[in-house]
């Protein structure tokens, strides 16, 4: 289970920094601002994918 729930965790990621880059560029953000969108989006979705683990897990 760890294992599936790890592939589909890397792929939301991806999918979701790949999002993410379309947005600094659609809606072009300065540099500046840019690691620090991508450093929020990836620890918001890091924090969903850990718990709902979890609550898997305690099903």
């Known amino acids: 289970m760890f294992f599936i729930f790890t592939f589909f965790a890397f792929f939301v990621?991806?999918?979701?920094?790949s999002l993410?880059?379309?947005l600094c560029l659609?809606?072009?953000m300065s540099q500046e601002k840019q690691p620090n969108v991508?450093?929020?989006v990836n620890i918001l979705i890091t924090i969903l994918l850990v718990s709902s683990y979890v609550e898997i897990?305690?099903?």
Request: charged share 20%; no cysteine; aromatic share 12%.
């Open 57 to 59: 897990i305690n099903i």
């Open 26 to 28: 659609q809606t072009e």
């Open 13 to 17: 990621l991806l999918i979701f920094n």
């Open 38 to 40: 991508f450093r929020t």
């Open 20 to 22: 993410t880059m379309r």
